[in-house]
């Protein structure tokens, strides 16, 4: 594995050093962002203090939602034993409002398939993280509105689109538990960034419930 990148700041660095460790890449780190991150607790790096546990998701995404949310990185892991880790990757700036969130069981053969769906979805976020600016600039998105993604293996993910002053378009809606058939982490991902290159989508997916 490479060592951690040059310049980046000690915090940054022990964090990128973690994830090598653990196989997994960098997420999408803002520049702003990267100079503020500080390491809050063991496996808990977040650009401004938490006051709920990374596994309390719905919280994070409600008061990104309702506007409560300046713009803060977070990455974390969080788990009581190596069986029951999860990656936690939330990211709100601008307009975005990404939340991953991935079992991460240490055992094999479960570590090797969880690894792989982690670094699956952070090279989609990487994806839409660079293709939203594009996505404002074509108007499918104001500067104002809010892309919402909520990616996850761990109950139900979504993602929605808001306009500033429209409705919802909501393509996927959480719930409580996991619906069969209901979209992982990855499908989600995608969907959103679909989404923001304006490419079609089938009939199935127009407007998702």
């Known amino acids: 594995m490479g060592g951690a990148r040059r310049g980046a700041s000690g915090d940054?660095?022990?964090?990128?050093a973690l994830l090598a460790e653990a196989g997994l890449p960098m997420p999408p780190m803002p520049e702003r962002a990267a100079a503020r991150l500080k390491e809050r607790a063991a496996w808990c790096f977040s650009t401004r203090a938490m006051k709920e546990p990374p596994e309390n998701l719905m919280h994070y995404v409600?008061?990104?939602?309702?506007?409560?949310s300046p713009d803060y990185v977070l990455v974390a892991r969080t788990g009581p034993h190596a069986?029951?880790?999860?990656?936690h990757y939330y990211l709100v700036q601008g307009p975005l409002q990404l939340f991953l969130r991935i079992g991460w069981a240490?055992?094999?053969?479960?570590?090797?398939?969880?690894?792989?769906?982690?670094?699956d979805c952070l090279d989609l976020a990487h994806d839409l993280v660079g293709t939203l600016p594009a996505a404002v600039r074509a108007g499918k998105l104001s500067r104002a509105g809010r892309l919402t993604v909520v990616a996850t293996d761990i109950g139900e993910g979504f993602w929605e689109v808001s306009p500033v002053g429209g409705r919802v378009i909501q393509r996927r809606r959480a719930s409580l538990g996991k619906r069969r058939n209901a979209p992982g982490p990855h499908e989600v991902l995608a969907q959103a960034l679909r989404w923001c290159r304006g490419e079609t989508f089938p009939a199935s997916l127009r407007m998702g419930r």
């Open 106 to 119: 240490s055992a094999l053969p479960e570590g090797e398939r969880a690894r792989d769906l982690a670094r």
């Open 83 to 87: 069986s029951a880790w999860a990656l």
């Open 62 to 68: 409600r008061k990104a939602i309702g506007g409560a």
């Open 12 to 16: 940054q660095a022990r964090l990128e």
